[in-house]
Structures are given as structure tokens and as C-alpha cells.
């Protein structure tokens, strides 16, 4: 059974840093891309980073481009997203996503259950 | 970047009804169009991917169709639980890849 369980959420202040984990199990964590999709309260998806399998390729929302770095430790299977100078309009829910394809995702067949980022003084 | 909008933002329906929910491109994207629904507090959960194909353990009364910048989503009789909000996600261009901005189901 695929899990994939997100954790490191919490309230930040504006300025400060987080780093995010994905502990994945259930199936073979190097063959697929990964993503960190987030929602801000009461509104849509924006996926804002992925990552290849191999660790060969990542990719980043405008938003938060030299900001956010994704990375993943196939030994561990384990999906990180440092997330630095946040923002208040970083505040969401961000889910770890399980892409279908290993370079690229193309969709999410598996989702995490969330974890909580607050950026408030 | 490919903007994706769907219509209606929210839809009102009875039990038994036939909805559908319109999915637009910004440019073309083949038939790389996923479908995702999503209930209050939980994660969104693939429905149909490719377009038109039903992810394992997905009621059939759920069909895709379209190609290019035009895709549906079509729930043919309407049931309790599929209350809830639907995101189409283009899979086409490279990474992070965009989502819509929902359509809210509920019920009337």
C-alpha cells in the first residue's frame, strides 16, 4: 500500500525557514517524480516544485523560485522541500504528491495528507 | 506558463443529475488532462487521467473527453458522494504543472 506522510509543518515567522519531509512507502521510491503541491486557505492547488527520480531534474513555481529547494533522498525515500524567507501568502497546506511517470509526473496518483505552514508574527 | 479555467466556478445539483464541468487550455496540451476531486479537509484524489481514462476504483457514472485546449468532466447521475470539488491539471508542459481553479459542487 503506497503512504506517503508529510511532516515539519508549523508557524513560522515571516523571514523564517522550514524544511518540509515526506516519508514515502510501498513502492519503489527512485522509479517516480515527486511533487510538493500546496493550497492556501480556501483556495485551489498551485504545485509548486517537482523532482525527477533520479534527482536529475527539478522544476519551480515562479512563486517561489529561489526560495523553495526540493530534493529527495532515494536511500531514505524520503521528499524535503527547504522552504527559506517565507511569506505570508506562503501560508497553505502542503501535500507531498506521488507523480505516475519518472522524469516527469504528468499526474498524481497518490497524495499525502497534508501538512500546515503558518507565516504570522 | 499554460493557464488553465474551468467553468462553472460553482455548480448547484440535485441527486440523479447530469453535470458537467468544462475544462480550457490556455494553448494546446493534447490530451494530457487530468481530473482530481477533493472533499473539505482531505487530499484531492485522482478521478481520470489522460483525459479519459478512470483511475482504478472509480465509479463508472465518471467519463472524460476532450483534446487540445477544450476538455469535460461528466457525472452522469449524480450521487451523495460526489459533493465536492473538482480540479482539472494539465500533465504537457514541463514541471510544476497547473492546476484550475476548481469547481465547487453542491447541492441544491
Known amino acids: 500500500e503506497v503512504q506517503l506522510l508529510e511532516s515539519g509543518g508549523g508557524l513560522v515567522q515571516p523571514g523564517g525557514s522550514l524544511r518540509l519531509s515526506c516519508a514515502a512507502s510501498?513502492?519503489?521510491?527512485?522509479?517516480?517524480?515527486m511533487s510538493w503541491v500546496r493550497q492556501a486557505p480556501g483556495k485551489g492547488l498551485e504545485c509548486v516544485s517537482t523532482?525527477?527520480?533520479?534527482?536529475?531534474?527539478?522544476s519551480y513555481a515562479d512563486t517561489v523560485k529561489g526560495r523553495f529547494t526540493i530534493s529527495r533522498d532515494n536511500s531514505k525515500n524520503v521528499l524535503y522541500l527547504q522552504i527559506n524567507s517565507l511569506r505570508a501568502d506562503d501560508t497553505a497546506v502542503y501535500y507531498c504528491a506521488k507523480g505516475w511517470g519518472e522524469v516527469d509526473p504528468y499526474y498524481f496518483d497518490y497524495w499525502g495528507q497534508g501538512t500546515l505552514v503558518t507565516v504570522s508574527s | 506558463d499554460i493557464q488553465m479555467t474551468q467553468s462553472p466556478s460553482s455548480l448547484a445539483a440535485s441527486v440523479g443529475d447530469r453535470v458537467t464541468i468544462t475544462c480550457r487550455a490556455s494553448?494546446?496540451?493534447?490530451?494530457?488532462l487530468n481530473w482530481y476531486q477533493q472533499k473539505p479537509g482531505k487530499a484531492p484524489k485522482v478521478l481520470i487521467y489522460?483525459?479519459?481514462t478512470l483511475q482504478g476504483g472509480v465509479p463508472s457514472r465518471f467519463s472524460g473527453s476532450g483534446s487540445g485546449t477544450n476538455f469535460t468532466l461528466t457525472i452522469s447521475s449524480l450521487q451523495p458522494e460526489d459533493f465536492a470539488t473538482y480540479y482539472c491539471q494539465q500533465g504537457y508542459s514541463t514541471p510544476p504543472y497547473t492546476f484550475g481553479q476548481g469547481t465547487k459542487l453542491e447541492i441544491k
Open positions: 489522460s483525459t479519459s
Open positions: 523532482i525527477g527520480g533520479s534527482n536529475s531534474m527539478t
Open positions: 510501498g513502492f519503489t521510491f527512485s522509479n517516480f517524480a
Open positions: 494553448q494546446t496540451i493534447s490530451t494530457f
